[in-house]
C-alpha cells in the first residue's frame, strides 16, 4: 500500500475534528477571507487594513544554523530590494513557532516556511505561498527518511522498539508528523509505548544526533541531510537509511496576505526573476536530489494537499491561539 493510501486509510479510521477538508474558507482564522476558494487568506478590501513597510523581513524555515543561511541568501535579498525598492532584512529565527507567530503578528512579510508549517501559517498566520525550489527540468520535492547509525542494532523499523526515537518539532512534517502517522498505521507502534520519542528541535540536530550515536534513530529531511554532506558537517557513512518515504513538497515561499497587491506582485516578480547562476543560493541547494536551481510557480491548494491528508491521518487542528 503507498504512503498516500495508508494514511488515507489512517485518516478513515481515526474520529476527526479537522476542518480543513470540508473547505478553503473553513480551516482559516476567521480574521480573514477566502472568497476565491484558494484556501488561502484574500487581500483585504479595505485600502488602510494593507501594509506598505519600508523594510521588507525576510525568514527561512530555521532548519540549520541561521548565521549560514543569512549568508546563503544575501545575494537574493539584495536583488529583491532592487526590484522591490524596499530594503529587506533577513530575520534569523530559531523556531517554528517563533516564525509562525512573527507573521502573524505583523512582524514578518516575506518567508519560506517548512513542508508541515505552510498549512498552519496559510490558516493562522495569513501566508500566501506562491514559489518553491526545483530543479531546471522543473523536478521538486524530498524524501522523509528514518536514519540510524551503523552498528546501531536498528536494521528496520522494527528494531526501533524500545528505544528512542528523536523528531525534530511537532510541526514539521517530515520530522514528526509522516513519520508518526507511518509508524502507528503500518507498523502499529505508538509513541511512548513502544518507543520513547524526544524533540531536537531542528533536522541538523537530529541528523548530527544520530551521527554521533546520540540518538538510534531519528526522523529527517533527506534534502537536510544532502545539505550536511555537501558541506562536510557529517560523512555519508555515518549514518545510513531504514526507510523512505515518497517525494513531498519542499518549502513554500510566500508573502503575507495584506502586503498592498503592488507590493505583493513585486515579490513575486523578484523570486522568479533572480538569476541563480554562480550564486551563494545554487551553491548551497544544487546539492539537494533533485538539484534545486530556480523558482517554479505553486498553489498551496494543489501542492499541499497530500500534507494536509498527513495532518487529517494525524488529527491535527489548525485552531489558532
Known amino acids: 500500500m503507498s504512503f498516500v493510501k495508508t494514511l488515507a486509510a489512517f485518516a478513515g479510521a481515526t474520529a476527526l475534528s479537522l476542518v480543513l477538508s470540508v473547505g478553503g474558507a473553513a480551516a482559516l482564522d476567521p480574521r480573514f477571507k477566502d472568497a476565491d476558494g484558494d484556501m488561502v487568506a484574500d487581500a483585504p478590501t479595505n485600502p488602510a487594513e494593507l501594509i506598505d513597510p519600508p523594510t521588507l523581513i525576510f525568514a527561512y524555515t530555521p532548519v540549520e544554523d541561521p548565521a549560514v543561511y543569512a549568508k546563503v541568501w544575501d545575494e537574493f535579498l539584495k536583488h529583491m530590494e532592487k526590484v522591490t525598492g524596499k530594503k529587506v532584512q533577513f530575520f534569523p529565527v530559531q523556531s517554528n513557532a517563533a516564525q509562525l507567530e512573527a507573521m502573524r503578528a505583523g512582524r514578518l512579510h516575506v518567508a519560506g516556511f517548512n513542508t508541515g508549517s505552510n498549512p498552519i501559517a496559510v490558516a493562522c498566520s495569513g501566508f500566501v505561498p506562491f514559489t518553491m525550489m ?3 527540468k522543473d ?4 524524501e522523509m527518511e528514518i536514519i540510524t547509525y551503523p552498528g546501531s542494532g536498528v536494521e528496520k523499523i522494527e528494531d526501533i522498539k524500545g528505544k528512542k526515537l528523536a523528531f525534530t518539532s511537532e510541526t514539521s512534517n517530515s520530522g514528526f508528523k509522516a513519520p508518526s502517522a507511518l509508524l502507528a498505521q503500518e507498523f502499529k507502534m505508538e509513541a511512548k509505548k513502544d518507543y520513547e520519542p524526544v524533540f531536537s528541535g531542528k533536522h541538523d540536530n537530529s541528523i548530527i544526533g544520530v551521527a554521533n550515536k546520540d540518538y538510534p534513530a531519528a526522523a529527517i529531511a533527506n534534502s537536510v541531510k544532502a545539505r550536511m554532506i555537501a558541506r562536510n558537517v557529517i560523512k555519508p557513512e555515518a549514518t545510513k537509511v531504514i526507510y523512505k518515504s515518497q517525494t513531498f513538497p519542499t518549502t513554500g515561499y510566500g508573502y503575507v496576505y495584506n502586503l498592498k497587491p503592488e507590493l505583493a506582485a513585486k515579490v513575486k516578480e523578484a523570486f522568479f526573476s533572480f538569476k541563480w547562476d554562480g550564486t551563494a543560493l545554487q551553491k548551497e541547494f544544487a546539492s539537494a536530489e533533485p538539484p534545486q536551481e530556480k523558482f517554479i510557480p505553486i498553489t498551496f491548494k494543489q501542492h499541499w494537499e497530500v500534507v494536509r491528508q498527513i495532518d ?10
Open 134 to 136: 526545483a530543479s531546471n
Open 139 to 142: 523536478e521538486f520535492g524530498y
Open 312 to 321: 487529517k491521518a494525524m488529527n491535527v487542528s489548525y485552531a489558532c491561539k
